[in-house]
């Protein structure tokens, strides 16, 4: 059965560092797993990350992480110092995981985000330098039980990483079981020419869909053909997290995941 995740930033935040709030309005509103801020959570105290899986586990709610590397923690950089940093990062996100009992982290981790841009015919390099921090980092997932998913994202945000192409090149050049593939259907809708093509292509190696409209709002807020996604997740017998991806609100609707279970889940 296909988990309903939502994104923490669906709600307004006033405490930055306590996601426990979170836990019982997701199970609220019918979702089955709720993602956070991968950086928030390493820089919790010990018995914060605690409290927060004892909140998951009393909901029966999974947890999932997203991390945006920002430029100084870049591990694609040809900046030795910086991609270091960046390695340093993941590597004590990684650890905070897999404090929580291990699960996946999800983003534009292939590079910074947003990126500082290519300078001029370096992005060979770049996805050199990415390649080489990223395996630097699996022995680090494997111990902490961490699955690494790399995004693609559009033209317009990235230049790094645009389409699952670029994701599934790169995730073969690292070549661990720990390293899948983290889709976006927003950026896919400006990408991808298809997007259940796309889905059937990534198959096993797609370990998380985040599910946003067209609009780059809630599930059906647009005209995103969801019928073509529902048919490439049912040909790859996925089984892994939708999370939706959507703009903070104050709607507590039950219809939103209902709406969603019944578009790709049924």
């Known amino acids: 059965?296909?988990?309903?995740?939502?994104?923490?930033?669906?709600?307004?935040?006033?405490?930055?560092?306590?996601?426990?709030?979170?836990v019982s309005k997701a199970k609220a509103l019918g979702y089955d797993q709720l993602e956070v801020d991968a950086l928030t959570l390493q820089r919790m105290s010990q018995w914060g990350r605690k409290?927060?899986?004892?909140e998951a586990r009393n909901h029966q709610i999974d947890?999932?992480?997203?991390?945006?590397?920002?430029?100084?923690?870049?591990?694609?950089?040809?900046?030795?110092?910086?991609r270091k940093a960046g390695i340093l990062c993941i590597q004590n996100v990684i650890h905070a995981i897999g404090e929580m009992g291990?699960?996946?982290?999800?983003?534009?981790?292939?590079?910074?985000?947003?990126?500082?841009?290519?300078?001029?015919?370096?992005?060979?390099?770049?996805?050199e330098q990415s390649v080489l921090s990223l395996r630097s980092l699996m022995q680090h997932c494997e111990d902490e039980d961490v699955m690494l998913n790399l995004r693609p994202v559009h033209r317009f945000e990235h230049f790094l990483l645009n389409?699952?192409?670029?994701?599934?090149?790169?995730?073969?050049?690292?070549?661990?079981?720990?390293?899948?593939?983290?889709?976006?259907?927003?950026?896919?809708?400006?990408?991808?020419?298809d997007l259940g093509d796309t889905i059937r292509k990534v198959g096993p190696y797609l370990h998380c869909l985040h599910i946003?409209?067209?609009?780059?709002?809630?599930?059906?807020?647009?005209?995103?053909?969801?019928?073509?996604?529902?048919q490439g997740l049912d040909a790859i017998y996925y089984e892994g997290p939708l999370v939706h991806y959507i703009p903070q609100t104050?709607?507590?609707?039950?219809?939103?995941?209902?709406?969603?279970?019944n578009l790709l889940c049924e």
Request: aromatic content about 6%; glycine content about 12%.
């Open 250 to 261: 104050t709607s507590n609707s039950l219809q939103e995941c209902k709406l969603i279970r």
């Open 63 to 82: 947890l999932s992480y997203s991390l945006s590397p920002n430029p100084g923690c870049d591990v694609s950089s040809l900046e030795e110092d910086t």
């Open 163 to 193: 389409t699952a192409d670029d994701a599934l090149s790169l995730l073969h050049m690292v070549n661990h079981s720990n390293c899948g593939i983290d889709l976006d259907t927003f950026s896919m809708n400006i990408e991808e020419p």
């Open 51 to 54: 409290r927060l899986g004892f």
């Open 212 to 230: 946003r409209d067209n609009t780059g709002g809630p599930v059906g807020s647009g005209s995103l053909d969801w019928h073509a996604v529902k």
């Open 1 to 22: 059965m296909r988990l309903v995740g939502i994104h923490y930033t669906r709600w307004p935040c006033k405490e930055l560092d306590d996601f426990v709030p979170f």
């Open 102 to 127: 291990g699960g996946s982290l999800n983003g534009p981790l292939a590079g910074s985000f947003p990126p500082l841009g290519p300078s001029g015919g370096d992005k060979h390099r770049l996805l």
